[in-house]
């Protein structure tokens, strides 16, 4: 045998017997701190001992964390799980805000003219929770008794959920999910802000008009509704099935002329008429 052929086959079998050690070494070793900074960790939150907090009126809530961009550790973040979600007012509970008691000096609301700031201390929850790095969480959860549906909510993956709640007009700009479940208003006009990869859901719900540009949602449905009017704009191709179940009447305004929307209609029988 050469004598670099002997050298090169030394070296493999150095590097062979360097794994095996560290591989046997690192099986009975304590892993917590790489277990703790896996990327998948899940920091979920109490939901004992719900709290009130006294808001002053208000006609329009906007949700925002303190979050900075550029922050150290600023993959920590929220999951889906979180939510924002408004109530129909009930005896005691008008103009209220619950959230978790573990949240107490996590969440900041207040009333600035006609406008409802809710502040999530991301700082604090890091805090509060010792993240160090990739963790999330979930169980943010904040309900809001209001009959005032005017939502503008900047936290990314946060979902804004009405339920129940009959009003004039329900309008949310999100960049999160956006459930509206059996809910009745004369308007409703909901915007995904992250488009790709965020969902609009509107269930059992009941409206004189609703209003949906299309260049801004991806991933959307409407169930069991009862909609007179349903206000569909956008640019480029667009396609939508309609709920064979649903009856109204459908107003196409494209934004240029090669903008153009096919209807994939689902039932027995159907009337289209073109004006």
């Not at 701190?33 to 939901?47: D, E, L, M, P, V």
């Not at 978790?100 to 900041?108: H, K, T």
């Not at 099935?241 to 109204?248: S, Y």
Request: net charge negative.
């Amino acid at each position: 045998m050469r004598l670099t052929t002997k050298i090169i086959f030394g070296i493999i079998l150095s590097i062979f017997a360097i794994s095996l050690i560290f591989i046997i070494g690192f099986s009975f070793s304590d892993r917590k701190n790489y277990q703790h900074r896996n990327i998948s960790n899940k920091i979920s939150i109490s939901q004992d001992n719900p709290i009130g907090l006294d808001i002053n009126p208000f006609n329009v809530v906007v949700l925002e964390d303190d979050m900075k961009f550029g922050q150290v550790n600023v993959i920590s973040s929220f999951s889906d799980e979180c939510s924002l979600t408004l109530y129909p007012i009930s005896s005691g509970k008008e103009n209220k805000l619950f959230f978790p008691e573990a949240l107490y000096s996590c969440i900041d609301a207040k009333t600035n003219d006609d406008t409802l700031k809710i502040i999530i201390n991301f700082d604090e929850l890091r805090k509060k929770y010792n993240v160090i790095n990739h963790e999330y969480f979930s169980g943010i959860n904040l309900n809001l008794f209001t009959s005032r549906v005017n939502i503008i909510n900047n936290v990314t993956r946060f979902c804004i959920k009405v339920e129940n709640i009959e009003t004039d007009s329900i309008k949310i700009v999100s960049s999160g999910n956006i459930l509206i479940e059996s809910c009745k208003a004369i308007v409703i006009k909901p915007v995904v802000d992250d488009n790709s990869h965020r969902t609009l859901n509107i269930r059992n719900s009941v409206a004189k008009e609703i209003h949906l540009d299309l260049d801004q949602l991806r991933n959307w449905k409407l169930e069991g509704c009862n909609i007179e009017v349903q206000n569909f704009t956008g640019s480029g191709q667009h396609n939508i099935t309609l709920d064979r179940n649903m009856v109204g009447k459908i107003n196409w305004y494209p934004k240029d002329e090669n903008a153009e929307l096919n209807i994939k209609v689902q039932g027995d029988t159907a009337q289209i008429v073109f004006q």
